[in-house]
């Protein structure tokens, strides 16, 4: 496949720009300047420390948050470059995909969520991370936060989701109604492919299912594995389960990338602004693999996220942020400048979420024991 839809590559010089305006560089394009940017933030180095699914201590091999970026910016690069979309924007997406979420994965998050419900607001892991680039990393004299172009933040809030006119209000500017780019629509299907497939390959490490177990309910990982073991018999188990899932990763890359050109071929798009008009996102699965990656979330689901290990690390997360969330909204003055400054300026239901927000898990720990030492 020869880069089949490069006329719907999204065109740099057709950027909306930046919300402040700075003059050109003489070697990089506004993309890989966003991408550099995002590559030298707090936010990207904080995901080093902030928790996939296994917490750290337990083993020294599990995905951190940072690990799985990079995994998720691999697969979307690889797939913008065989589509012949702009692989500079797809990596930036990728690379700031999980800017937004706060410690302990998503137990982080629905306990932010649920604080923030008890205010009539919310906690969204990507309207988080849309503030951290326009507020919170400061590093430009010129102007606050990474003053990316508009795409790039469009599609920090837009990659996983589309909305309407009125829905959010604050998002009005980013085109409510339509659709992101193609190269921001790949986020969320690379993201997937990245977190299930290593979900799959962390859940083994810990010895809480087998190959066998995973081929009885995915059938076309039943398939990789019968090749697996016929090509590969004397090889240690290990050794073959990593095969197999190569072989997994693949299928589906594969399939993501031919899903998307055929969607789009058939869409008679012609442009790079015929996606954002179309009806549905194009890009997507093919029903084969689509079906494989539905059975893959639902054995994760079942044999992984509600191991009870794992029930019971979400709980304990869950009652430390809301511990935590509860003592700064009583003692504000223990925050940390600037967030003890704000308070005093905007709701403090608002401020304590951030403060939080940004948090990596050993951050929250050290908080967590100074304040709060029987609990955590």
């Not at 030298?40 to 940072?66: C, M, N, P, Y």
Request: proline letters at 7%.
């Amino acid at each position: 496949m020869n880069a089949p839809l490069g006329r719907l590559r999204f065109p740099v010089e057709a950027s909306r720009g930046r919300r402040y305006p700075e003059p050109a560089h003489p070697y990089r394009n506004e993309f890989q300047r966003d991408r550099d940017r995002i590559v030298h933030a707090r936010a990207f180095r904080r995901l080093e420390d902030k928790t996939q699914v296994f917490t750290a201590g337990i083993s020294d091999h599990f995905r951190s948050r940072l690990t799985h970026t990079i995994e998720v910016a691999q697969i979307a690069r690889t797939t913008a470059c065989a589509l012949g979309l702009d692989e500079d924007l797809t990596e930036a997406l990728a690379l700031a995909h999980d800017f937004g979420h706060p410690p302990f994965a998503h137990a982080g998050e629905e306990e932010l969520n649920r604080q923030m419900q008890r205010f009539g607001q919310a906690f969204d892991h990507n309207l988080h991370a849309l503030r951290l680039v326009e507020s919170f990393e400061n590093r430009y004299a010129r102007f606050p936060g990474l003053n990316l172009t508009f795409e790039v933040r469009e599609g920090i809030v837009k990659h996983s989701m589309d909305f309407q006119p009125g829905q959010f209000p604050g998002l009005e500017e980013y085109l409510p109604g339509l659709r992101p780019p193609l190269e921001a629509q790949l986020i969320d299907l690379a993201d997937e492919i990245a977190y299930n497939t290593a979900d799959l390959d962390d859940g083994f490490s810990a010895g809480l299912f087998t190959m066998e177990d995973i081929a009885a309910e995915i059938a076309h990982y039943a398939e990789i594995r019968d090749i697996v073991e016929t090509q590969f018999p004397g090889a240690p188990l290990v050794v073959r389960f990593l095969e197999a899932l190569r072989m997994l990763i693949d299928h589906l890359v594969t399939a993501l990338i031919e899903g998307t050109a055929r969607a789009t071929l058939d869409s008679g798009a012609g442009d790079h602004e015929a996606p954002r008009r179309h009806p549905v996102r194009l890009a997507c699965f093919p029903a084969p693999a689509l079906e494989t990656n539905r059975a893959l979330k639902l054995f994760l689901h079942r044999r992984l996220y509600n191991s009870p290990k794992l029930v019971e690390e979400r709980k304990r997360s869950c009652q430390s942020v809301a511990a935590l969330f509860q003592f700064f909204l009583d003692n504000p003055g223990r925050m940390p400048a600037p967030y003890d400054d704000l308070a005093r300026r905007q709701p403090l239901h608002r401020v304590v979420c951030d403060y939080i927000a940004g948090m990596t898990d050993g951050f929250f720990l050290r908080t967590c024991r100074q304040f709060l030492k029987p609990l955590c």
